[in-house]
């Protein structure tokens, strides 16, 4: 088995431990499978362009500019529709009541009515208007495309900051937002014996270090009121952090003493019931994702 077969086979393995350890999540993660395996096949099969940051300054990024706003991360020839083309029957799988939306997208991408370079194009800005109007054309909803754009987006940011990181070399980085991309993260690990929190971003799954005290989101110092982290009553490990300010949550794995290289969206989607029950009490995430935005359900 070479290098690439195993990863796939070890985060087919994780989803299933995830799906027996977490049966509340069961649907979330079958749903989401296929998905899951087809991004890291992309991730390493390495088909985009190459990145540029010659340009990055370290002084700026010690400022708070990711690289994002350094540098373009985004080639106008990147290979969008082969990755669509391998995304869509994916998400299709995973979820099939999507599936005539998605066929009249993959028609449109087939015949380059519609092209999703024009869309990526100002990243990190993205083109709303276009995608407005894609959709009224193609009298599709809008939640099918913008999750097939975001699948192909992914696995694309991630490729390129597996390539950046290396190049960079050490630099100094204290925002809750990615240094990479400039998105913030989606879920937290703080880890035993040195207690750090890390964050994994929501969108390259870079993972940088941040303090543990300070929101991620509005900068808060949680000091003097102390830091709060809801829990279900016997699964401490599995946590969300809270902000009193701007009510905005985190999930977070608390005193971990090693994950391996487990895939922190597995995780995450396995802890989607704590989502719920933060969203429920009024919080809302740090990064909305594909699986943890639960306002249709409560509108």
Same mark, same amino acid.
């Given at each position: 088995m070479n290098e690439s077969a195993e990863k796939l086979s070890?985060?087919?393995?994780?989803?299933?431990?995830?799906?027996?350890?977490?049966?509340?999540?069961r649907n979330i993660l079958h749903a989401f499978k296929k998905i899951l395996l087809e991004r890291k096949r992309l991730v390493e099969d390495r088909i985009c362009m190459g990145v540029d940051v010659s340009g990055v300054d370290k002084i700026r990024l010690r400022a708070g500019v990711p690289v994002s706003r350094q540098a373009a991360l985004l080639h106008p020839d990147e290979p969008w529709k082969k990755i669509a083309l391998t995304m869509i029957p994916a998400i299709k799988a995973g979820l099939p009541s999507l599936a005539e939306d998605l066929q009249r997208i993959e028609k449109a991408f087939k015949e380059e009515s519609v092209a999703p370079k024009d869309y990526f194009s100002a990243y990190p800005d993205l083109d709303a208007e276009a995608f407005d109007n894609w959709v009224a054309v193609l009298n599709i909803r809008p939640e099918a495309f913008h999750l097939l754009l975001i699948s192909m987006l992914r696995p694309v940011l991630e490729m390129k900051a597996k390539e950046i990181v290396p190049l960079l070399g050490d630099f100094s980085w204290n925002k809750g937002y990615c240094p990479l991309c400039g998105a913030f993260p989606d879920f937290a690990v703080i880890k035993d014996k040195i207690t750090e929190r890390w964050l994994h971003c929501s969108l390259c799954r870079h993972e940088w270090r941040f303090n543990r005290v300070l929101c991620p989101f509005c900068e808060h110092e949680g000091k003097e009121e102390g830091v709060t982290y809801f829990f279900v009553?016997? &699964?401490?490990?599995?946590?969300?952090?809270?902000?009193?300010?701007?009510?905005?949550?985190?999930?977070?794995?608390? &005193?971990?003493?090693?994950?391996?290289?487990?895939?922190?969206d597995v995780l995450s989607m396995g802890l989607a019931h704590l989502d719920m029950i933060m969203q429920e009490k009024g919080y809302i995430p740090v990064a909305f994702n594909e699986w943890n935005d639960f306002r249709t359900q409560q509108a």
């Open positions: 070890i985060l087919d393995k994780q989803i299933r431990e995830a799906i027996e350890k977490n049966p509340h999540s009553e016997g &699964r401490e490990q599995e946590t969300a952090f809270v902000c009193p300010r701007c009510s905005r949550y985190l999930i977070t794995m608390n &005193r971990v003493s090693d994950l391996g290289d487990h895939d922190f």
